[in-house]
């Protein structure tokens, strides 16, 4: 492999690998939604599909 080959496969897996890691952290840390945004209610007998 040459090193720009090299370098690129080193820089595609800090980001995918960096990404995972930094979502997993994110939902350790704010498990739920604290409050969800106002609107958006289901209607007593509104279908859900």
Excluded: H, K, N
Excluded at 2 to 26: D, K, N, R
Excluded at 30 to 40: D, H
């Amino acid at each position: 492999m040459t090193p720009i080959a090299i370098a690129f496969l080193i820089l595609a897996l800090v980001i995918i690998w960096g990404g995972l890691i930094a979502s997993t952290v994110f939902l350790m840390r704010r498990p739920e939604v604290a409050e969800y945004p106002a609107g958006g209610e289901d209607g007593q007998f509104e279908r859900i599909e």
